[in-house]
Antibody, heavy 116, light 110 residues
């Protein structure tokens, strides 16, 4: 069965960096696009970024463009999100999700807290 | 703020039919298919409807979706207590070149 496990969350100060990982299993990882979606406390779902199956195409939400970088290593069945210049408003649960055009199956999420 | 607008809340008694809307524009719903997600706080969101009106395997046929022009809707018939959750519509936006979620509708089972 499809399994997605996020890791790398934690508490970080504003302006610092953090890298999230999403380990995938139960499907042919290299055949699917992958997404990051987040939910800030008390807020709705916000799409963050998507990467194509082979990693050549990447799109970002306006709020993270220029600060976050999505990547993947198909040999390790893992997707990443490098988050730089973190802001208090980046505090959220970050989910990874499988899907070429849209998020289908989701992981349980990892909490990122940006606070001084 | 989101480019897809949903009513903040909806409610019904067990067995009733509940519907919720999702209003977009010509750059998103008008030209792309709509998906719906169910989200219980603290859990992974679940894909409920894809391609406007298709249910993934395992999703009860009580859930149905439709789309007309720049709007979409989700209906839950035979409402059950376990349907209490947040529901989000979503689609690709060609102008933003990104995936967009609706503002979300909280369903309460009275």
């Amino acid at each position: 069965q499809v399994q997605l496990v996020e890791s790398g969350g934690g508490v970080v100060q504003p302006g610092r960096s953090l890298r999230l990982s999403c380990a995938a299993s139960g499907f042919t990882f290299s055949s699917y696009g992958m997404h990051w979606v987040r939910q800030a406390p008390g807020k709705g779902l916000e799409w963050v970024a998507v990467i194509s199956y082979e990693g050549s195409n990447k799109y970002y939400g306006d709020s993270v463009k220029g600060r976050f970088t999505i990547s993947r290593d198909n040999s390790k069945n893992t997707m990443y999100m490098q988050m730089n210049s973190l802001r208090v408003e980046d505090t959220a649960v970050y989910y990874c999700a499988k899907g070429n055009n849209s998020p289908g199956h989701w992981g349980q999420g990892t909490l990122v807290t940006v606070s001084s | 703020q989101s480019v897809l607008t949903q009513p903040p809340s909806a409610s019904g008694t067990p067995g009733q039919r509940v519907t919720m809307s999702c209003s977009g524009s010509s750059s998103n719903i008008g030209i792309n298919t709509v998906n719906w997600y169910q989200h219980l706080p603290g859990t992974a969101p679940k894909l409920l409807i894809y391609s406007n009106n298709q249910r993934p395997s395992g999703v009860p046929d009580r859930f149905s979706g439709s789309k007309s022009g720049t709007s979409a809707s989700l209906a839950i018939s035979g409402l059950q207590s376990e349907d209490a959750a947040d529901y989000y519509c979503a689609t690709w936006d060609d102008s933003l070149k990104g995936y967009v979620f609706g503002t979300g509708t909280k369903v309460t089972v009275l």
